[in-house]
């Protein structure tokens, strides 16, 4: 066999598995708006729940989820990308941050549900905030954290060390360089790794079935005390705990979680390219 | 050793961990004139060069010792105030590093970072600096292009006149010719000698003959130690020092 046919041969291969990749996704989706959008109206996504969540919509679910990934977004940013900052840019190699960083790496390892309960046992019991959106954000945002922290660390590091000496040479502070040069160039992957974390935070049951999530609760929150429904509890009580449940509207919930997920991950995806456009000098 | 001298540098000793970077430097360099380091590789230029901006403060685990003086005071003392030491003393580096963002940004970054806010004082030291740096016509219609999207050599010009637009007393470059082309070089040392005038300039040249042709002074440097230094004339033509005279002539580099 020549080496250019084997060349081919190998190239066909590799794409034929890439489609693998792609299959499971393209019917997944296929399948959940086949069976799903015809029960997704203005109705279900605006109106509350009825007929013991029945019939009506999942309006508050809606609602909860994006709060709840709004509050996780709200502690998980701040903390993570200034944990990254510190890690990448001022902290010394010692036994101390390599404890950190030890700390992280077996954070992210960690299965979801320890997470729900550690917030049950931290958040809800313990600083008595009861079962509400500030526990279940917090929860979720410890959840998130390691993300943020180790790919928001990989992009900063990955800007060139030449640009903070080149800074510095030119009169600028150790901060000003961080600012200025690198947080910008590190920016489209902090982006990324923000908001890989928030989306597995949106999409979580686990870690707000003790902390937040309400079996059914047909009002709005009125504080980060109340509780909320959310997309991904939801879905699971309809679909195991209520008998007599269209599979319709099981559906049509799956359909706008992964709607909401996706669209997420599509403003990351522009924001990110944006960023890089700018950037591509 | 030189009447006017605007950087002393006294009994400078430094070590990366074990390793013997600098021994026992001292050395004067004259004010508004070119003083070229050289030497074969790992002789300590670069850390020299590196010490007289500080730029090795925060390199981990060495140790320095000695002082040195600019305009007779030490910037070594406590107190200095380090980014404005760097500014007085400018740096360019082996390898053009233009910062990503436009000529005009990569120009005006230090001035702005100083707090200089006037639009028409920022135009005017852009200007001025890119002509320092002999870029100004080349670049005059593009300022608002990507840095990266010009030559090695337009931006290593470029990276010199970001240096030049704080405008800094000294200037410190090393080895700023070892990614260029012949005629870029020439226009770099082209400018340099211009730029003497004005500046204390001293230069890590990237061949012996580079450093022949510019130096108004020289120091050889050899593992560390200070071998001999003196007014570049002499040294590349009769050095003392046997070392030296076999560097030159290329017995070893």
Same mark, same amino acid.
Do not use: K, W
């Given at each position: 066999m020549s080496q250019q046919l084997a060349q081919k041969l190998g190239f066909v291969l590799l794409g034929l598995l890439s489609l693998v990749v792609i299959v499971p996704i393209l019917l997944v989706i296929g399948a959940i708006i086949y069976s799903g959008l015809p029960a997704v109206s203005w109705e279900f996504l605006s109106a509350m729940p009825r007929d013991g969540m029945r019939a009506g919509g999942i309006y508050p679910a809606i609602v909860g989820t994006i709060l709840l990934t709004l509050g996780t977004g709200l502690v998980a940013i701040p903390v993570g990308v200034g944990a990254a900052v510190y890690l990448s840019e001022?902290?010394?190699?010692?036994v101390f941050t390599r404890a950190i960083r030890l700390a992280i790496v077996n954070l992210a390892s960690i299965p979801s549900v320890v997470y729900g309960l550690f917030g049950l046992g931290? =958040?809800?019991?313990?600083?008595? =905030?009861?079962?509400s959106i500030l526990a279940g954000s917090l929860t979720l945002a410890i959840m998130t954290l390691p993300v943020i922290i180790s790919t928001s660390e990989e992009a900063l590091r990955a800007v060139p060390m030449e640009y903070r000496t080149v800074s510095e040479s030119l009169g600028g502070t150790h901060w000003q360089g961080i600012r200025r040069i690198v947080l910008p160039q590190a920016l489209p992957g902090i982006i990324t790794g923000v908001i890989l974390g928030l989306l597995r935070a949106a999409g979580e049951t686990a870690p707000i079935l003790f902390t937040v999530a309400a079996f059914f609760l047909p009002r709005l929150p009125q504080s980060p005390f109340d509780q909320t429904m959310a997309l991904p509890y939801h879905l699971y009580v309809i679909s195991t705990?209520?008998?007599?449940?269209?599979l319709q509207i099981q559906h049509g919930t799956a359909l706008v979680l992964l709607a909401f997920v996706l669209s997420m991950n599509l403003v990351a995806t522009l924001i990110r390219s944006y960023f890089r456009r700018r950037r591509e000098w | 050793m030189v009447d006017n001298p605007k950087i002393q540098i006294r009994d400078v000793s430094y070590r990366y961990g074990q390793i013997?970077?600098? /021994? @026992?430097i001292s050395l004067d360099v004259p004010e508004h004139a070119v003083t070229v380091f050289f030497g %074969?590789? +790992? +002789? #300590?230029k670069t850390t020299l060069l590196r010490l007289i901006n500080r730029l090795?403060? @925060?390199? #981990?685990?060495t140790t320095m010792s000695g002082q040195i003086l600019i305009d007779d005071e030490?910037?070594?003392? %406590? +107190?200095?105030?380090v980014p404005a030491l760097r500014r007085r003393v400018g740096m360019v580096f082996a390898l053009p590093l233009p910062l990503p963002g436009t000529v005009r940004e990569n120009v005006l970054y230090g001035p702005s970072l100083a707090g200089v806010r006037s639009r028409s004082r920022l135009d005017e030291m852009l200007q001025t600096s890119l002509e320092q740096a002999a870029l100004w016509d080349e670049v005059k219609d593009r300022l608002?292009? $990507?840095? /990266?999207?010009? /030559?090695g050599g337009q931006q290593q010009r470029l990276c010199i006149a970001r240096s030049l637009s704080l405008e800094p007393e000294i200037l410190l470059l090393d080895? $700023?010719? /070892? +990614?260029?082309?012949p005629i870029s070089t020439a226009k770099v040392e082209h400018s340099l000698l211009e730029l003497k005038k004005q500046y204390t300039i001293i230069l890590v040249p990237h061949s012996v003959q580079q450093g022949a042709r510019v130096a108004d002074y020289a120091a050889f440097f050899l593992m560390g130690e200070l071998i001999e230094s003196g007014p570049g004339a002499d040294l590349f033509t009769q050095a003392k020092d046997k070392r030296t005279e076999d560097y030159i002539t290329g017995r070893f580099g």
């Open positions: 001022y902290a010394q190699d010692n931290l =958040f809800v019991l313990l600083l008595q =905030f009861g079962t705990q209520v008998p007599a449940m269209p | 013997e970077a600098l /021994s @026992r %074969p590789a +790992g +002789g #300590g090795n403060d @925060r390199v #981990g685990n030490n910037i070594y003392a %406590p +107190g200095v105030d608002d292009q $990507p840095a /990266s999207s010009f /030559s080895e $700023p010719t /070892s +990614g260029l082309d």
